[in-house]
């Protein structure tokens, strides 16, 4: 079975090497050498601080808290993302507020923001949907004018650039995943990113339970702490993670290529000045058409992802986001990743040209 994406993984040598500090000190977990180099490198990379925690879910669980909403806030969103985006303001008990996407980058239409503010909206939390960046200018715009705050879910942003930033420094603070299926991985993982160091600060204190650097609790803090193991798969990812993207692009275009004028492609961000090729989500003609190229890949061993679907409005709201709705049904995610040989691409776009007419 090919599956959808497949994981990066360092030389079995550099990982057990590393692991062998491990039985010397002892040390697993609470801020060991092996975190600490990492956030250390990743705030130099995307030039933005960065505190790491051990999901992506949990990365957003502490961004929305870091800024104290009262209980039954609204927070404007997408229902065109991973549920965790959704899901983590339900459970800081406030109330999620859909925009409809725009159906060619399938990211939160800006343009639709402004009717959904009310006195009771504090956020917006966008979505760089498969890494493509919102437009971020237009957000912030609205934001300043409203007084609100930033979230950026940015899961699939990692070495993504806007305008030559790395799209983790918008926002007031934004958030990065690091589970075994994103382009950059330390086996499950995510991380805070922000410049502001007040916000920098709390995060680390509510990873931690909420214990200051004197151990004495100062907030209602959880155990969000990435251990050693992970982060010594993150630290050897990022000495390959560079090769990976080359060779994900070269896949990405052949798709591109050989599917042109039978599929629909999203529509890029033409601010992009660097992009990761995480994902090769194409859009059929309709829900029939989808099913049909999923079921027929299936069938000659290619495990392909309906993501995003459903629409989530169809499960928090009842609001209705057509243009979403109508996404999660046409979307199909084929496998893309760095050593998926070009033979398999080419079998996948020939069943896909079969059965598209």
Known sequence: MINVTRSIMPPLERYTQGLE??????????NGEYLVTLEEKLSKRFDTGCVIVSNGTLALLIAIELFDFP???????????????????IWQKYKPVFVD?????????????????TDRTVAILGVHVFGNPCEVEEIDRIARQHNLKIIYDAAHCFDVYYKGNSLYSYGDVSIASFHATKVFHTIEGGAIFTKDQNLL?????????????????????????????????GILNLEIVDEEIEKR???????????????KFQKMNEKITKYNYIYMPVLFKNSKEREEVYSELLRNGYNTR????????????????????????????????????????EHIAKIVRNIVR
Request: no cysteine; net charge negative; hydrophobic share 35%.
């Open 21 to 30: 500090k491990l039985w010397e000190s002892r040390w697993l977990t609470n």
């Open 201 to 233: 600060s709390k995060a680390r204190r509510l990873r931690n339970f909420g214990f200051n650097e004197k151990i004495e609790i100062v907030e209602k803090g959880i155990n969000a702490k990435m251990n050693e193991f992970q982060a010594l798969m």
């Open 71 to 89: 209980i039954g806030s609204e927070i404007i969103t997408t229902p065109f993302t991973f549920v965790a985006t959704v899901s983590s303001i």
């Open 306 to 345: 309906k993501y995003f679907s459903p629409s989530l409005d169809l499960i928090f709201s009842s609001e209705e986001t057509p243009i979403s709705r109508e996404l999660s049904q046409r979307i199909l995610h084929l496998p893309l990743y760095g050593d998926l040989e070009k033979e398999h691409i």
């Open 101 to 117: 996407v725009n159906p060619e980058t399938f990211n939160i239409d800006e343009s639709k923001i402004q009717e959904k503010i």
């Open 249 to 263: 692009k070269s896949n990405y275009e052949l798709y591109q290529l050989l599917l042109d004028g039978k599929v």
